[in-house]
């Protein structure tokens, strides 16, 4: 198979695209799409000088598509005066696996030279996420705690640390995936605040007194079979490995569901995505006109919430951990 662009040996061919590409120009239509990506969503303000830089805080857990992600906008944005990049890695307490995948990542940050820091749920609430899965007061899967702490302790450092942006790592299957499982969920509210929180362009959203630092996803165009080929041909140090605590069990069905439509009706994922994204949209902007959504701050923590206490310090309360946030 030969590459379309060049006649070299194809690396990848891509069934929802037809294209089949050599090392060289698939490595080049990533970076292509994500820096489309950047733009369209408009993500770096025109208020951005050299004189008053933006602070791009970049969540890097040290897998595969955080990894491809901090390369990519290092690569982009490494002599540009407008952006600043921070990577943070957040540690969750689960013995083994997330140490070796912080390795990966200051080995990546030593390379590009990018600032790293570390954030953990010890120093963060008290917790430890092999104790909170030992425990599990609530009979829930790991994850369902877990990631609501990686949500909050993600935002709570990019709001402690005045960072302008929070980037994160999620591919095209990720975004299908929650994407489906909101629409399946049938919480139309959800889906309009996922729209001005970490969706749509920075245009398009309302941002006006938000609470909370904005999120974008400049992978989202990028499967993720694509991204992990990118990871390994630019040989980026990433850890591979399954956390112990894997649980999203309706998260691995959405994904088997997805896959067996893929394969019948390649491009399913990017419609998928683009119809939900407008359908965000709408959503935000009909909620928007009501004036009903809920934004109030949780009574503990100070946590964007719609009720008195925030998801988070509800799990807490639960667990019996320490409250350290004071957002
Ligand atoms: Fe946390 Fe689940 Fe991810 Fe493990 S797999 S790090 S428990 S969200
Ligand atoms: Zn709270």
Known sequence: MQCDKCGDEAVMSAAYSGQHLCADHFTRSVE????????????????????????????????????????VLHDTFAADPRVELVAVTIHEGIDGYRDASLEASVELTEILDVEHEVASYADEYGIEMDAVADEDPLDMAPCAYCGVFRRDALSQYAEA????????????????????MNLLSGDVRQIAKQFDASLGSFEDRDLADAPFVPRAKPLRDVPEKEVALYAHLRNLPTHVAECPHASEAYRGEIRD?????????????????????????????????????????CDRCGAPTGGEVCRKCDLLGELGGEVSGDA
Do not use: C
Request: glycine letters at 8%; charged letters at 25%; zero cysteines.
């Open 161 to 180: 640390f005045g960072a302008d942006k929070l980037l994160t790592g999620h591919n095209l299957d990720d975004e299908a995936q929650t994407a489906m």
């Open 32 to 71: 292509s799409r994500v820096r489309r990506r950047i733009r369209a969503d408009a993500l770096l303000s025109d208020d951005a000088t050299p004189a008053a830089p933006e602070t791009w805080l970049v969540g890097l857990s040290g897998g595969k598509d955080s990894a491809v992600l901090t390369q």
């Open 257 to 297: 569901h997805l896959h067996a439509l893929e394969a019948e009706h390649p491009g399913t994922r990017h419609s998928i995505m683009a119809g939900y994204e407008d359908l965000a949209r709408l959503a935000a902007e009909a909620y928007r006109d009501g004036a009903d959504a809920p934004r109030g701050t």
